[in-house]
T-cell receptor, first 110, second 113 residues
């Protein structure tokens, strides 16, 4: 399997705190994407960072990519209870093939 | 509205009874994929398709078949379901080009008894 590792597997924080999730991968990529999944529902795309980019922002989301370490991080700032969900990174390659990690379960307590 | 539609949403069936889960997208995307999601294992790709009549195996293809006769449809076929295929299944479509974000269906929860 080409799946990488995500850590932590579970993260519990208080509202207002920042949440950081990490993703590592093994093979080269075209891009690295992050998705959110509310319990049992379909995944929703959050942000995409290309292999030649180092950092990207979207609202309260910040994604970094370090291709030398084959790793990426997703930072959610000023978290809210509504951010409670599972977050997945996905490695994007040629031909639209996406390989997902095992995910991080985030719980934000009000 | 741009969407990926899967049917059925829930299905309970018996071992060995052939079933098909349908997937349809209205965005004219070239790429489509099927994933299964199991606790602690994340999403694992079953099959994917790069275009009409072009399909390839993912990481866990055993026990599944797919077809891509039309661009919009990508059904998942279980010829002889077994209990280890009890899972949550997702279909996804992805456009060709720089914006390769995936659009997911709402999922099909399959139980094989």
């Amino acid at each position: 399997s080409q799946q990488g590792e995500e850590d932590p597997q579970a993260l519990s924080i208080q509202e207002g705190e920042n949440a950081t999730m990490n993703c590592s991968y093994k093979t080269s990529i075209n891009n690295l994407q992050w998705y959110r999944q509310n319990s049992g529902r379909g995944l929703v795309h959050l942000i995409l960072i290309r292999s030649n980019e180092r950092e990207k922002h979207s609202g309260r989301l910040r994604v970094t990519l370090d291709t030398s370490k084959k790793s990426s991080s997703l930072l959610i700032t000023a978290s809210r209870a509504a951010d409670t969900a599972s977050y997945f990174c996905a490695k994007g390659n040629q031909g639209g093939k996406l390989i997902f990690g095992q995910g991080t379960e985030l719980s934000v307590k009000p | 509205e741009a969407q990926v539609t899967q049917n059925p949403r829930y299905l309970i069936t018996v071992t060995g009874k052939k079933l098909t889960v349908t997937c349809s997208q209205n965005m004219n995307h070239e790429y489509m994929s099927w994933y299964r999601q199991d606790p602690g294992l994340g999403l694992r790709q079953i099959y994917y398709s790069m275009n009409v009549e072009v399909t390839d195996k993912g990481d866990v293809p055993e026990g599944y078949k797919v077809s891509r006769k039309e661009k919009r449809n990508f059904p998942l076929i279980l010829e002889s379901p077994s209990p280890n295929q009890t899972s949550l299944y997702f279909c996804a479509s992805i456009p060709r080009g720089p914006r390769t974000e995936a659009f997911f269906g709402q999922g099909t929860r399959l139980t094989v008894v």
